[in-house]
T-cell receptor, first 113, second 116 residues
Framework: GEDVEQSLFLSVREGDSSVINCTYTDSSSTYLYWYKQEPGAGLQLLTYIFSNMDMKQDQRLTVLLNKKDKHLSLRIADTQTGDSAIYFCAERALSGGYNKLIFGAGTRLAVHP | NAGVTQTPKFRVLKTGQSMTLLCAQDMNHEYMYWYRQDPGMGLRLIHYSVGEGTTAKGEVPDGYNVSRLKKQNFLLGLESAAPSQTSVYFC???????????????FGPGTRLTVL
C-alpha cells in the first residue's frame, strides 16, 4: 500500500545544515513535495520535485530524489531559528481513481543556538 | 486576497453533539479538501470535492459529511461527535490536478476540535 515515512524529530545548531529524510512506496508518484508547518498555522508548500529529476536547488534548500531507493531528502543550508517548524514529505499518487497527496507524519525541526 | 480561511478556530463539543466547520477560498479553485491531523500521523484525507455540487470520500470519511453548494465554500459536518474525532482539521484548495503541473495545495490555518 501507499506509505510515506519520515523521522519525527531533528535538532540542529544554528548555522549548521539540516537534512530531513523521507521514504515513500509508490514508484509511480509523479511529484514529491515538502511542506512546512509553523506553530498554529496550516501547511505551506516549501518546494517540490518532479519524478524525472534527481536534484533541485532553491536558495538554501536542496532536494535530492533517489527513485531506485524511493528516498527523498531536504537539506537546509545555514539553518536559522526561523526554520524551526514541522516539515512534511508528501507524494502524489493515483489511488482509488483519483490523484491524492499522501503525507508523512512530519519531522519536527528544532534549531538551537 | 485572504487565501483559505476556516471557521471556527477552536471548538469543544460533548459526545453526540453536532457541528459544521466552514472553509472558504477566494482563489477560484475547483478542488477543495478536508484533512485531519493527529499526533504522530500525517494528514489524512476525509473528503474532497472536484467542483461545485460534487463531493467524494477520502481515506477516513466515516462520521463526517460534506457539502459544496458554492464553489468558494466547502463545509464539513459532524452529525454525532465522538472522542475519536478530536483532532486538528485542515481545509485545502487547488486547481485541478494535471500531469504536467505540480498543483500546489493551499491550506487554511486549521480548526482544533476537542470532543469530550
Amino acid at each position: 500500500g501507499e506509505d510515506v515515512e519520515q523521522s519525527l524529530f531533528l535538532s540542529v545548531r544554528e548555522g549548521d545544515s539540516s537534512v530531513i529524510n523521507c521514504t515513500y512506496t509508490d514508484s509511480s508518484s509523479t511529484y514529491l513535495y515538502w511542506y512546512k508547518q509553523e506553530p498554529g498555522a496550516g501547511l505551506q508548500l516549501l518546494t517540490y520535485i518532479f519524478s524525472n529529476m534527481d536534484m533541485k536547488q532553491d536558495q538554501r534548500l536542496t532536494v535530492l530524489l533517489n527513485k531506485k531507493d524511493k528516498h527523498l531528502s531536504l537539506r537546509i543550508a545555514d539553518t536559522q531559528t526561523g526554520d524551526s517548524a514541522i516539515y512534511f514529505c508528501a507524494e502524489r499518487a493515483l489511488s482509488g481513481g483519483y490523484n491524492k497527496l499522501i503525507f508523512g507524519a512530519g519531522t519536527r525541526l528544532a534549531v538551537h543556538p | 486576497n485572504a487565501g483559505v480561511t476556516q471557521t471556527p478556530k477552536f471548538r469543544v463539543l460533548k459526545t453526540g453533539q453536532s457541528m459544521t466547520l466552514l472553509c472558504a477560498q477566494d482563489m477560484n479553485h475547483e478542488y477543495m479538501y478536508w484533512y485531519r491531523q493527529d499526533p504522530g500521523m500525517g494528514l489524512r484525507l476525509i473528503h474532497y470535492s472536484v467542483g461545485e455540487g460534487t463531493t467524494a470520500k477520502g481515506e477516513v470519511p466515516d462520521g463526517y459529511n460534506v457539502s459544496r453548494l458554492k464553489k468558494q465554500n466547502f463545509l464539513l459536518g459532524l452529525e454525532s461527535a465522538a472522542p475519536s474525532q478530536t483532532s486538528v482539521y485542515f481545509c485545502a484548495s487547488s486547481q485541478p490536478l494535471r500531469a504536467d503541473s505540480y498543483n500546489e495545495q493551499f491550506f487554511g490555518p486549521g480548526t482544533r476540535l476537542t470532543v469530550l
